[in-house]
């Protein structure tokens, strides 16, 4: 935004100096810049949006093959007990995107 205020404050010596070209591409090259830094941001937030949506659901899945595999049995009292214990930390779990997010907003 300041090399637009710089070159409409300018526009003047700018049109006598016939510099239109070169502020164009700074301006450009400026804009270009910015929406780089917002598509790396919308990224970033759409990853850990993800992360936040499908953590919870994918860590107790992970939890239950995983116990499967070790133990090679999985009973229903277990399964259940372990997918009410994901439900009651699923918020806390839900909490950790979040503030990463906010710590990537905060720079």
Do not use: H
């Not at 010596?13 to 270009?32: G, M, N, P, V």
């Not at 918020?91 to 979040?98: K, R, S």
Request: hydrophobic share 50%; charged share 20%.
């Amino acid at each position: 935004m300041a090399v637009v205020t710089e070159a409409l404050q300018g526009i003047r010596q700018i049109k006598f100096s016939a510099l239109e070209r070169e502020w164009y591409d700074k301006i450009l090259a400026t804009r270009r810049k910015e929406l780089n830094t917002q598509w790396t941001v919308f990224l970033c937030d759409t990853c850990l949006i993800s992360i936040w949506i499908f953590g919870p659901v994918m860590l107790s899945a992970i939890s239950l093959v995983t116990y499967a595999a070790i133990n090679k049995q999985l009973s229903a009292s277990i399964a259940f007990t372990t997918i009410s214990v994901f439900e009651a930390i699923e918020m806390t779990l839900a909490i950790v995107p979040e503030m990463f997010t906010d710590l990537l907003d905060s720079k």
